[in-house]
């Protein structure tokens, strides 16, 4: 089975206080769709792997942001903003 990593391109999370919501980011061909996403605190963030191989999702200095390191083919993980550091990664 082949592994895929990407470095996600960009999550920015502001501080300001709004109504939690989801955003979507969905993996495939080694791709993110959308590429930028801005979450505020106490926002999750559902990654949802599209592919037929695993999938990890790093921050730009090779940490894993996910804890499970990896996300199984056509199956999503969801990362709460508020248990991550803010500002953009």
């Keep these: 089975m082949r592994i895929v990593s990407a470095v996600f391109a960009t999550v920015a999370i ?3 206080p709004a109504v939690a ?13 959308p590429r930028t996403v801005s979450a505020k605190p106490g926002d999750t963030i559902a990654f949802h792997n599209d592919d037929g191989m695993l ?11 996910l804890a499970a390191h990896f996300i199984e083919p056509h199956k999503s993980y969801e990362v709460h903003s508020a248990d991550h550091r803010s500002g953009s990664v």
């Design 14 to 16: 502001a501080a300001r």
């Design 21 to 33: 919501a989801i955003v979507e980011v969905h993996l495939k061909d080694q791709n993110f769709n």
């Design 55 to 65: 999938h990890s999702v790093l921050l730009p200095d090779n940490e894993a942001l």
